[in-house]
């Protein structure tokens, strides 16, 4: 049987993990490639770079992250952050990286998302969608949440898997950094939308959140950051509550 | 020992080329190539794949001589190969994977889309599941029965012979992840990303 999976995630800035609480606020929390390994060897099913600043700095400092990653992490390596080109996929994947995830490039040149897995294959393409919450429907943001395309998240997501995308990750702008758990809603309306897997983020406090992300936002995986990175649950406590719940996992 | 990664300009492969320099550490010496000389005087080849069974086929077409070389490497010589994803499933006859494409026909069979049963399974089989171990395969030594590995991929690969078949995972039906014929190993998922029992994979393939 499948299992879902959890997914610790570091937003790294500058080679360094930080988290923000609604993207500002950022806190020093240590070395990404010494936090990626603590997390693969604590049963992470996969493990993901957000590198958080890159749209508009210098982003060489990530290449040399995932290259030192990954010759340490035997699980899959997610990375995403300031992603434009089809050439920086391929150097995030020659660095060592599995998948690569686009938000703002996908929004603006839907032709990365079909040229990049037509040339990589669609197992490593991944669109990462940041939503908001506008009356009923939701709006794509881009930008690290900073400009609001206001085009609707659902019929967006769809479109992205027809263009080649191989997993939506689904972020709820108005749960990032909040702790109050997943915008449910949102999870299962983008799940049953699409045919291939989601990846639920933001907003996640407690375990029970990682829960409800998969029984009753129907993601094939979770992912969460804060709850993981300062230590107030380690990855096999999360798995050993979710199967407690009756939800498979790798343990 | 010298064992050769094919590099066949297809797809991804740091991941591969990092695992199994994990495992060899310095006693066994691995050579990421597409040199056809290198490849016949090595004592393992190691062929990975990934995107579409075509743009594998076709990216291995496009070195001349390269499916020569392996087919005498694993055909001829009998000297073990080991091929991971599209890796294996271009062992079969054929595959439909974008359009009907021929495959290295080392093993019988064709490669078609999982059924994703109306919808009810998501494609591509992303993620940890677990190995139903058929048959006893060198490469499985020490690898218990359910053991989780790393899958990505949305076709699979379907052996005339099921004799071959080493290993299956239960998604939508029961799907060939493992197969031994001889000198020719094959795995559907990914020992190089799922973590330490999947080096241990790669491990008894070093050591066979």
Same mark, same amino acid.
């Not at chain 1, 032709?111 to 669109?127: P, T």
């Given at each position: 049987?499948?299992?879902?999976?959890?997914?610790?995630?570091?937003?790294?800035?500058?080679?360094?993990?930080?988290?923000?609480? /609604?993207?500002?606020?950022?806190?020093?929390?240590?070395?990404?490639?010494?936090?990626?390994?603590?997390?693969?060897?604590?049963?992470?099913?996969?493990?993901?770079?957000?590198?958080?600043?890159?749209? /508009?700095? *210098?982003?060489?400092?990530?290449?040399?992250?995932?290259?030192?990653?990954?010759?340490?992490?035997?699980?899959?390596?997610?990375?995403?952050?300031?992603?434009?080109?089809?050439?920086?996929? *391929?150097?995030?994947?020659?660095?060592?990286?599995?998948?690569?995830?686009?938000?703002?490039?996908?929004?603006?040149?839907?032709?990365?998302?079909?040229?990049?897995?037509?040339?990589?294959?669609?197992?490593?393409?991944?669109?990462?969608?940041?939503?908001?919450?506008?009356?009923?429907?939701?709006?794509?943001?881009?930008?690290?949440?900073? *400009?609001?395309?206001?085009?609707?998240?659902?019929?967006?997501?769809?479109?992205?898997?027809?263009?080649?995308?191989?997993?939506?990750?689904?972020?709820?702008?108005?749960?990032?950094?909040?702790?109050?758990?997943?915008?449910?809603?949102?999870?299962?309306?983008?799940?049953?939308?699409?045919?291939?897997?989601?990846?639920?983020?933001?907003?996640?406090?407690?375990?029970?959140?990682?829960?409800?992300?998969?029984?009753?936002?129907?993601?094939?995986?979770?992912?969460?950051?804060?709850?993981?990175?300062?230590?107030?649950?380690?990855?096999?406590?999360?798995?050993?509550?979710?199967?407690?719940?009756?939800?498979?996992?790798?343990? | 020992?010298?064992?050769?990664?094919?590099?066949?300009?297809?797809?991804?492969?740091?991941?591969?080329?990092?695992?199994?320099?994990?495992?060899?550490?310095?006693?066994?010496?691995?050579?990421?190539? $597409?040199?056809?000389?290198?490849?016949?005087?090595?004592?393992?080849?190691?062929?990975?794949?990934? #995107?579409?069974?075509?743009?594998?086929?076709?990216?291995?077409?496009?070195?001349?001589?390269?499916?020569?070389?392996?087919?005498?490497?694993?055909?001829?010589?009998?000297?073990?190969?080991?091929?991971?994803?599209? #890796?294996?499933?271009?062992?079969?006859?054929?595959?439909?994977?974008?359009?009907?494409?021929?495959?290295?026909?080392?093993?019988?069979?064709?490669?078609?889309?999982?059924?994703?049963?109306?919808?009810?399974?998501?494609?591509?089989?992303?993620?940890?599941?677990?190995?139903?171990?058929?048959?006893?395969?060198?490469?499985?030594?020490?690898?218990?029965?359910?053991?989780?590995?790393?899958?990505?991929? $949305?076709?699979?690969?379907?052996?005339?012979?099921?004799?071959?078949?080493?290993?299956?995972?239960?998604?939508?039906?029961?799907?060939?992840?493992?197969?031994?014929?001889?000198?020719?190993?094959?795995?559907?998922?990914?020992?190089?990303?799922?973590?330490?029992?999947?080096?241990?994979?790669?491990?008894?393939?070093?050591?066979?």
């Amino acid at each position: 049987m499948l299992k879902n999976r959890i997914i610790p995630c570091l937003d790294v800035k500058n080679g360094r993990v930080v988290k923000g609480i /609604n993207f500002v606020d950022l806190k020093d929390a240590g070395d990404p490639v010494e936090q990626a390994k603590i997390y693969s060897d604590g049963g992470a099913d996969e493990i993901c770079f957000l590198d958080i600043t890159a749209s /508009n700095e *210098n982003r060489d400092t990530i290449y040399d992250v995932v290259e030192k990653t990954s010759k340490k992490c035997f699980v899959p390596l997610t990375v995403g952050g300031g992603v434009r080109s089809v050439e920086d996929i *391929n150097k995030l994947l020659s660095c060592g990286a599995d998948k690569v995830s686009i938000n703002t490039a996908a929004v603006e040149n839907p032709k990365v998302v079909i040229d990049s897995s037509k040339k990589f294959g669609s197992q490593c393409i991944v669109v990462a969608i940041d939503a908001k919450k506008n009356g009923d429907k939701w709006e794509v943001f881009t930008h690290g949440g900073r *400009n609001n395309s206001s085009i609707d998240a659902l019929e967006y997501a769809k479109q992205m898997e027809e263009n080649g995308a191989g997993e939506i990750l689904v972020t709820s702008m108005d749960r990032d950094g909040t702790q109050v758990g997943y915008d449910i809603d949102l999870m299962t309306k983008i799940s049953s939308k699409v045919n291939i897997p989601v990846i639920a983020s933001g907003g996640v406090g407690n375990l029970d959140h990682l829960v409800d992300g998969i029984k009753l936002g129907k993601a094939s995986a979770v992912l969460a950051a804060s709850i993981f990175h300062y230590g107030k649950y380690s990855v096999k406590e999360a798995k050993d509550y979710l199967d407690s719940k009756g939800i498979p996992v790798r343990i | 020992m010298n064992v050769s990664i094919v590099d066949y300009k297809s797809g991804n492969i740091s991941s591969v080329i990092n695992s199994f320099k994990e495992v060899a550490e310095d006693k066994v010496n691995i050579e990421v190539t $597409s040199d056809l000389n290198k490849i016949k005087l090595s004592d393992k080849v190691v062929l990975p794949g990934q #995107g579409s069974f075509k743009s594998c086929i076709d990216a291995l077409n496009k070195i001349n001589g390269l499916k020569e070389t392996l087919n005498e490497f694993a055909m001829t010589n009998k000297k073990p190969l080991f091929g991971i994803c599209v #890796g294996l499933q271009m062992f079969a006859d054929i595959g439909y994977e974008e359009s009907e494409t021929q495959g290295l026909g080392w093993i019988s069979g064709k490669v078609s889309k999982i059924d994703n049963q109306n919808g009810k399974f998501k494609l591509p089989h992303i993620g940890w599941n677990q190995i139903n171990i058929v048959k006893e395969s060198k490469i499985f030594k020490d690898i218990n029965d359910k053991s989780h590995m790393y899958f990505v991929h $949305s076709y699979e690969f379907i052996p005339e012979d099921k004799n071959v078949i080493s290993a299956t995972t239960d998604y939508s039906s029961n799907i060939v992840c493992s197969v031994e014929k001889e000198n020719i190993f094959g795995t559907q998922f990914h020992p190089e990303k799922s973590d330490k029992i999947g080096l241990k994979i790669i491990n008894n393939f070093l050591n066979l």
